[in-house]
């Protein structure tokens, strides 16, 4: 096996608007799966191959979320103490919609694993049904992040009171 290069400063660095275009996740049950992304969190299906893959999206494009069972129908989660996805983060346009998503997970019934307040963000955690992390935040406004006196970053992790983020749901 190849070993990493530790604390290598990159040739180049990327451009400030790199984005992660999509993940692409190997579930058990494509049914499933597709309940959950679409029926509870709100994607669309852009594209459906048979009864193996799946494309889900936001707002018409192609595609925020692969699914497929190729190499997973009826598999299980890998275990604890494993490499492998700690969870996709989903970025919200802002706090109302992030209020929605968790009244549709309360309306679902679908139990969350955590809620933070990161100071430059607000998150709720939970598991979908393959056992994936998935994580649905907002950025606040650049501007109100907190910062150390040096200007660096000063993110940290509180409990988030989701009574006042339902509040916000409209």
Do not use: C
């Amino acid at each position: 096996m190849t070993q990493p290069v530790q604390n290598a400063a990159p040739a180049s660095a990327l451009p400030a608007e790199t984005r992660i275009g999509h993940v692409h996740l190997k579930v058990a049950d494509l049914d499933r799966a597709i309940g959950f992304y679409s029926g509870i969190l709100g994607f669309q299906i852009t594209q459906r191959y048979g009864r193996q893959a799946a494309f889900l999206s936001a707002g018409g494009y192609h595609h925020h979320i692969g699914l497929n069972t190729w190499e997973s129908k009826d598999g299980t989660p890998p275990p604890p103490g494993h490499t492998g996805l700690y969870h996709t983060a989903i970025l919200l346009p802002d706090r109302r919609s992030l209020a929605q998503a968790l009244q549709r997970l309360n309306a679902a019934g679908w139990p969350l694993t955590g809620a933070s307040d990161h100071g430059v963000s607000e998150a709720l955690y939970l598991d979908d049904p393959d056992g994936n992390g998935v994580e649905l935040y907002w950025d606040r406004p650049q501007a109100d992040w907190p910062h150390q006196p040096d200007g660096s970053l000063a993110m940290f992790t509180k409990r988030l009171d989701l009574q006042a983020l339902l509040a916000e749901a409209g």
